[in-house]
């Protein structure tokens, strides 16, 4: 009983705590289950009859569901390009012996602290110039070209830690670096992959710079870019917006609550990169 | 016995020198080229420093610098409220697994979803107001986001919202791998809640909270562009209340269509990266070094 009045301060203040980061989430569920007129009435409530309404109109009537197809297409192409290119590299700076070697990977690593706002200006005169604005290729290859550092550096930190005997022995099956990567290296780096996939999909998920200024084209709009223009277009209709909202951040909520373990590793380690 | 060719490596590194050569190494390049010319269209006569002057001339560069800085302030508050929450989970109350899937789900919502949704709450005739008008806290039912005095501290609280996730997590990841009987030890000695996370705990994670202070900066300075770009409404406004140097490279090169200009706006925010590169290898080996000697 004492133990429990001992602690009853500290589960009020990680109960506040919890209060303040489910706020948001709760208000945006709740008010995209209201009407329109009950939310101009009653703004803080439970809705006394949820509709769906609203998330119908958001389905339907809006370019939402293209939109994620369109983040879709981003996400799998720049993770696949930068994954490949990112393997190979890290597999020669981790297990053969070059010129240049230690300055590459300093050069690749320094570039994960250089904002991207710096390098947009002259790719976006170059791309308008040779037509690549509002194309998928274009804004792949940039992604990929932005998370490839940080994979590097991860799977270089990675391929490290394979025991050497395993190398050894592989070569003495007359096994070449290739055969050695894609046969043994890469299913010993299961873990690092799965994180790099979860930080590398975020980022492209959740970008919004490069997708409003290299994917201007209705079209080609990316959600988190459709989202922003969205939420201008439906200023006063908030559950409307919230609905939409909703939408957006399902997929991110449901691998979170199925894979936390993974999301908070990768989060963690892309945060801090 | 196949023998690994002298150009192997290069082969294997060549798909990775092409691509940060083209996102990377051409613009870094192009900017400073570009930064003392007149560019119209591709490409324009050399002017020299003409850009910086401009640049540096012009009011609205320097209120935007002045807000990025503004947001350093939100570090501490971000520091204080991470650490006095992750000691909290460390202690392992009941149900601590739950409380830290929670706590961490502002940092798993995208920027510009949560920047929608706290807009629409922090809207004048918003849920945040009439909570505290029923609070009888009137005088801080502020317009949080139409106006010029306060939207900047709007986005404000929306970072330290999201980021202190952050920390709470990194900081609760560098307590689980401290010694473990030091704190007991301290325990049976009868040192009370505040003793062992004043003397105990909190001089073992001077590494990670640099480290996390370091990373912070960073993100205040050079991105939180999408943050003022939802809550400024695309415009960095009210006025130009919520202009941030990003915004204003954004802005430069999108809206007036003036490169040159944009261009030594991005070599000067560059330089600022590239100062503090070095403090941020130097943090993160450092908070390497404390996980590693535990």
Same mark, same amino acid.
């Not at chain 1, 709760?26 to 609203?54: C, H, R, W």
């Not at chain 2, 012009?58 to 971000?78: G, K, R, Y």
């Given at each position: 009983?004492?133990?429990?009045?001992?602690?009853?301060?500290?589960?009020?203040?990680?109960?506040?705590?919890?209060? +303040?980061? /489910? #706020?948001?989430?709760?208000?945006? $569920? @709740? =008010?995209?289950?209201?009407?329109?007129?009950? %939310? !101009? &009435?009653?703004?803080?409530?439970?809705?006394?009859?949820?509709?769906?309404?609203?998330?119908?109109?958001?389905?339907?009537?809006?370019?939402?569901?293209?939109?994620?197809?369109?983040? +879709?297409? /981003? #996400?799998?192409?720049?993770?696949? $390009? @930068? =994954?490949?290119?990112?393997?190979?590299?890290? %597999? !020669? &700076?981790?297990?053969?012996?070059?010129?240049?070697?230690?300055?590459?990977?300093?050069?690749?690593?320094?570039?994960?602290?250089?904002?991207?706002?710096?390098?947009?200006?002259?790719?976006?005169? /170059?791309?308008?110039?040779?037509?690549? $604005? @509002? =194309?998928?290729?274009?804004?792949?290859?940039? %992604? !990929?070209?932005?998370?490839?550092?940080?994979?590097?550096?991860?799977?270089?930190?990675?391929?490290?830690?394979?025991?050497?005997?395993?190398?050894?022995?592989?070569?003495?099956?007359?096994?070449?670096?290739?055969?050695?990567?894609?046969?043994?290296?890469?299913?010993?780096?299961?873990?690092?992959?799965?994180?790099?996939?979860?930080?590398?999909?975020?980022?492209?998920?959740?970008?919004?710079?490069?997708?409003?200024?290299?994917?201007?084209?209705?079209?080609?709009?990316?959600?988190?870019?459709?989202?922003?223009?969205?939420?201008?277009?439906?200023?006063?209709?908030?559950?409307?917006?919230?609905?939409?909202?909703?939408?957006?951040?399902?997929?991110?909520?449901?691998?979170?609550?199925?894979?936390?373990?993974?999301?908070?590793?990768?989060?963690?380690?892309?945060?801090?990169? | 016995?196949?023998?690994?060719?002298?150009?192997?490596?290069?082969?294997?590194?060549?798909?990775?020198?092409?691509?940060?050569?083209?996102?990377?190494?051409?613009?870094?390049?192009?900017?400073?080229?570009?930064?003392?010319?007149?560019?119209?269209?591709?490409?324009?006569?050399?002017?020299?420093?003409?850009?910086?002057?401009?640049?540096?001339?012009?009011?609205?560069?320097?209120?935007?610098?002045?807000?990025?800085?503004?947001?350093?302030?939100?570090?501490?508050?971000?520091?204080?409220?991470?650490?006095?929450?992750?000691?909290?989970?460390?202690?392992?109350?009941?149900?601590?697994?739950?409380?830290?899937?929670?706590?961490?789900?502002?940092?798993?919502?995208?920027?510009?979803?949560?920047?929608?949704?706290?807009?629409?709450?922090?809207?004048?005739?918003?849920?945040?107001?009439?909570?505290?008008?029923?609070?009888?806290?009137?005088?801080?039912?502020?317009?949080?986001?139409?106006?010029?005095?306060?939207?900047?501290?709007?986005?404000?609280?929306?970072?330290?919202?999201?980021?202190?996730?952050?920390?709470?997590?990194?900081?609760?990841?560098?307590?689980?791998?401290?010694?473990?009987?030091?704190?007991?030890?301290?325990?049976?000695?009868?040192?009370?809640?505040?003793?062992?996370?004043?003397?105990?705990?909190?001089?073992?994670?001077?590494?990670?909270?640099?480290?996390?202070?370091?990373?912070?900066?960073?993100?205040?300075?050079?991105?939180?562009?999408?943050?003022?770009?939802?809550?400024?409404?695309?415009?960095?406004?009210?006025?130009?209340?919520?202009?941030?140097?990003?915004?204003?490279?954004?802005?430069?090169?999108?809206?007036?269509?003036?490169?040159?200009?944009?261009?030594?706006?991005?070599?000067?925010?560059?330089?600022?990266?590239?100062?503090?590169?070095?403090?941020?290898?130097?943090?993160?080996?450092?908070?390497?070094?404390?996980?590693?000697?535990?």
């Amino acid at each position: 009983m004492n133990k429990l009045l001992a602690a009853l301060p500290k589960h009020a203040v990680l109960l506040f705590a919890s209060f +303040l980061a /489910l #706020v948001p989430t709760i208000f945006m $569920i @709740s =008010t995209a289950l209201k009407t329109e007129q009950e %939310y !101009a &009435i009653d703004k803080l409530g439970f809705p006394s009859m949820p509709v769906l309404e609203n998330f119908r109109a958001v389905l339907l009537d809006s370019p939402f569901l293209w939109w994620m197809l369109n983040s +879709l297409i /981003l #996400v799998a192409g720049a993770v696949v $390009i @930068s =994954t490949i290119v990112s393997c190979l590299a890290a %597999y !020669a &700076i981790a297990r053969m012996e070059f010129k240049g070697r230690n300055m590459l990977l300093a050069i690749s690593t320094s570039l994960m602290a250089v904002p991207p706002i710096v390098m947009i200006v002259p790719l976006f005169v /170059l791309y308008s110039r040779i037509g690549l $604005i @509002s =194309t998928y290729q274009g804004a792949i290859l940039i %992604y !990929a070209g932005l998370i490839t550092p940080f994979s590097v550096y991860l799977l270089t930190t990675f391929f490290r830690t394979v025991p050497n005997e395993l190398f050894e022995s592989a070569r003495m099956d007359g096994a070449n670096d290739f055969i050695i990567l894609v046969k043994i290296v890469l299913p010993l780096s299961a873990p690092a992959l799965v994180t790099l996939l979860v930080v590398n999909s975020l980022y492209v998920w959740n970008d919004l710079l490069i997708a409003i200024i290299f994917l201007q084209d209705d079209a080609k709009r990316t959600l988190m870019a459709g989202i922003s223009v969205f939420q201008g277009r439906y200023n006063n209709q908030v559950p409307l917006t919230m609905a939409g909202m909703v939408i957006a951040s399902a997929p991110m909520l449901i691998l979170y609550i199925s894979f936390q373990k993974y999301f908070i590793r990768g989060l963690m380690a892309g945060a801090v990169k | 016995m196949t023998r690994t060719s002298r150009l192997t490596p290069y082969l294997y590194v060549a798909p990775l020198v092409l691509l940060i050569a083209f996102v990377f190494g051409y613009p870094l390049v192009r900017i400073f080229e570009f930064s003392f010319k007149m560019v119209r269209g591709i490409d324009g006569p050399w002017i020299g420093f003409r850009n910086y002057q401009l640049v540096l001339g012009q009011d609205l560069f320097w209120e935007s610098v002045l807000h990025n800085v503004q947001l350093l302030l939100a570090i501490p508050v971000m520091v204080i409220v991470s650490l006095l929450v992750a000691i909290l989970l460390y202690e392992r109350v009941a149900g601590w697994k739950l409380y830290r899937i929670i706590v961490f789900v502002p940092f798993v919502l995208a920027i510009p979803i949560i920047a929608v949704v706290m807009k629409r709450m922090f809207q004048f005739s918003g849920p945040v107001n009439e909570v505290l008008r029923w609070l009888s806290l009137d005088f801080m039912a502020l317009d949080w986001i139409g106006s010029s005095d306060v939207a900047l501290w709007t986005v404000m609280i929306l970072i330290i919202w999201r980021e202190s996730a952050l920390g709470i997590i990194l900081f609760l990841a560098r307590m689980m791998s401290l010694d473990e009987s030091v704190i007991e030890a301290a325990k049976l000695e009868g040192a009370n809640w505040w003793q062992r996370a004043r003397y105990i705990i909190l001089p073992q994670m001077r590494g990670v909270i640099e480290f996390f202070v370091v990373v912070s900066t960073i993100t205040m300075l050079s991105a939180v562009f999408a943050y003022v770009y939802v809550i400024g409404g695309g415009r960095g406004g009210p006025g130009t209340a919520t202009v941030v140097v990003e915004f204003y490279i954004f802005n430069a090169l999108i809206r007036t269509s003036l490169p040159g200009i944009a261009s030594a706006a991005s070599v000067m925010l560059f330089l600022v990266s590239v100062a503090l590169i070095f403090p941020l290898f130097r943090a993160r080996r450092r908070a390497a070094q404390d996980e590693a000697t535990r």
